[in-house]
Antibody, heavy 120, light 108 residues
Framework: EVELVESGGGLVQPGGSLRLSCAAS????????MHWVRQAPGKGLVWVAR????????NYADFVKGRFTISRDNAKNTLSLQMSSLRAEDTAVYYC?????????????WGQGTLVTVSS | YELTQSPSVSVSPGQTARITCSGD??????AYWYQQKAGQAPVLVIY???ERPSGIPERFSGSSSGTTVTLTISRVQAEDEADYYC????????????FGGGTTLTVL
């Protein structure tokens, strides 16, 4: 069974840092692009970042502006998101998701999400 | 670049629900649809405008016409009550993924 399990969320003060992880299983992780998508409480889905299969190509949403870094460890089947200079507006559930198709971009499956709360 | 969805749709059980998503690049880029039930992660229900993943009921279908894509749910059931999001990509500048604002389907 294809599964993605996020971890690392929690409460952090404004200006602080947090590292999210996503453990993948049930598929050949190193063959797929991976993404982070977030959802603020009561709001819609917002794409955050993507990384290609070997980590050589990365794209970020404009609002990341050098504060977040996406990475992967194919030997450990793990996707990461290092977040720094966190703001209240970064409060959200963060989902990792697999991109099944190399010719387009979509998400299947999604992890269950991990909640990041930025507050003093 | 934006994808525009109506905020809400309400139907009675057994009726057909149609959820639309509009965007200027939809004639050139595929659209995808996700179902998100309360407190759960999103689930893909339609890919590449009209393809249905395995495990998704045949009641779910997708179509595309010009700048609008439509998710149609036939014979709506109470379990279909959820938020539905369309998604596409924008490659006009730097790569960007765009989601619609979401449509809440209420089964009366």
């Amino acid at each position: 069974e294809v599964e993605l399990v996020e971890s690392g969320g929690g409460l952090v003060q404004p200006g602080g840092s947090l590292r999210l992880s996503c453990a993948a299983s049930g598929f050949t992780f190193s063959n797929f692009w991976m993404h982070w998508v977030r959802q603020a409480p009561g709001k819609g889905l917002v794409w955050v970042a993507r990384i290609n299969s070997d980590g050589s190509r990365i794209n970020y949403a404009d609002f990341v502006k050098g504060r977040f870094t996406i990475s992967r460890d194919n030997a450990k089947n793990t996707l990461s998101l290092q977040m720094s200079s966190l703001r209240a507006e970064d409060t959200a559930v963060y989902y990792c998701a697999r991109d099944p198709d190399t010719t387009s971009t979509w998400f299947d499956p999604w992890g269950q999400g991990t909640l990041v709360t930025v507050s003093s | 670049y934006e994808l525009t969805q109506s905020p809400s749709v309400s139907v009675s059980p057994g009726q057909t629900a149609r959820i639309t998503c509009s965007g200027d690049t939809l004639p050139k880029q595929y659209a995808y649809w996700y179902q998100q039930k309360a407190g759960q992660a999103p689930v893909l229900v339609i890919y590449q405008d009209s393809e249905r993943p395995s495990g998704i009921p045949e009641r779910f279908s997708g179509s595309s016409s010009g700048t609008t894509v439509t998710l149609t749910i036939s014979r709506v059931q109470a379990e279909d009550e959820a938020d539905y999001y369309c998604q596409s990509i924008d490659t006009s500048g730097t790569f960007h993924v765009v989601f619609g604002g979401g449509t809440t389907l209420t089964v009366l």
